[in-house]
DNA sequence: GTGGTCTAGACCACT
DNA sequence: GTGGTCTAGACCACC
């Protein structure tokens, strides 16, 4: 019903949880002030310990993508980012292009097929939830 | 002269060797047949554990972007993957892209942002070499 | 038309109350004799559990902020503290006011800043009543 | 040698450390690229779990205000914030100050006392290094 | 019920 | 040697 994460990755499994939660939210899979499963609750579902789950929701909570309220529970947030264009924010965008296009390069595929590969997700977007936690 | 690394970033070091090379390599920086500085040598310029970049050398040539000549050299090689189209290799392009453009939302940049940045970053390439491991 | 307190806030909504009350004593904005709204109507206004206003208004009491009267309400006390100058709550401020230069020298604010601050705070007591417990 | 901490205090251990660390550096009894000692020593050193030292030490990387070299240990900072003068740090003194004033009043210390004993914690500031987590 | 903190001890990656 | 992650299980504060 909820994430699926692999505890073998060399990506830690907190971060798994953060990058997928996050991933809803971008794909409104996950709406502003949805409340998210318990700490409890989703460490038995995935059969992990409820300290890791707790650490992948105070770092989403630091970074403002969900808020912590006490005694009731956790919830997504309403506004990720308000600010119209930052500079940095592009910067960073441009940054990991690069390293897209470097490792599409190694991997003998050209920019074009990277170009059509950006539009194919983007215009599936907010359909595939599912698998995205290698 | 050569690459520069930073012993603060959370990536390891000899990631980032590893991905400096690998960028140059993309960016025809570095050619085939080109032969790269010593391990030592390269250790004395970065001030480094030669155990480091001995790791990173490794896992170059174990990827089969280098290769090790005993007692004449390091040298970048030829074809990085001949290979037409891989299907896994689109899917793995895809599922980085799909991190991009979640990392975009969450920074609040439209996804015509990140179509154009991508045009950016093609339109410039092989052309800054320096700055993309912080 | 009463305080206002955050859910959201990582100090505790009884801790609000309580900050808030003596806040508003420190001001004058509440002067002794005064009575406070009861429990129940503090609860439905704010829209919070009953529990959580008795809690503050029960350590408001053992503070001797506060005094209930049992079938008539609660009731601002008349003195807060009529000791001369006792040694410990010197140290007590010294020990506050320690905190906020530490603050403000990672904040990169010079210490005759504070000291304008300070005097500007002191100007405006009793001024403004609203908003110190984000 | 080093910091001391109240395993009974309400504030948590962790933030116990981060806050004598941070006072440390406001007071210069610690300097930029000065070696804080590693977790497991300072584990042993307070006898305490190395889990929450490793916490403490966590949150400062993510203030700035320390830094961590992988496997080599954790540092002091250089510069805190070169931010000129912010409008929000101001305002951030100034509840805290707010706070220090509403406390005082009710420990029956007028205004003129916190002025002094805020003149004399800057006299004797780099002084006194001990005792600071109650 | 919720999340927050702490302990004990383990394993791993990096230098 | 360093810090980073994870587990098992405990206790506490808040609502």
Redesign the interface.
């Known amino acids: 019903m909820w994430l699926t994460i692999d505890p073998r990755s060399n990506t830690p499994m907190y971060q798994q949880i953060i990058?997928d939660v996050?991933?809803r939210?971008?794909?409104h899979a996950l709406t502003p002030a949805t409340k998210l499963p318990s700490i409890r609750e989703l460490a038995m579902d995935l059969t992990i310990n409820p300290n890791t789950i707790a650490k992948a929701y105070q770092e989403l909570e630091?970074?403002g993508?969900i808020?912590v309220?006490?005694g009731?529970g956790t919830f997504v947030c309403a506004a990720?980012?308000?600010?119209?264009?930052?500079a940095a924010?592009?910067a960073?965008?441009?940054?990991?292009?690069?390293?897209?296009?470097?490792?599409?390069?190694?991997?003998?595929?050209p920019?074009d097929?990277?170009?059509q590969?950006?539009e194919?997700?983007?215009a599936n977007?907010t359909m595939q939830v599912e698998e995205?936690s290698?």
């Open positions: 990058d996050k991933a939210i971008a794909k630091r970074e993508v808020e309220i006490r009731k990720p980012t308000p600010l119209p264009a930052d924010a592009r960073d965008v441009r940054e990991l292009l690069t390293k897209v296009l470097v490792q599409a390069h190694h991997l003998g595929i920019f097929e990277v170009r590969e950006l194919h997700v983007i977007w995205e290698p």
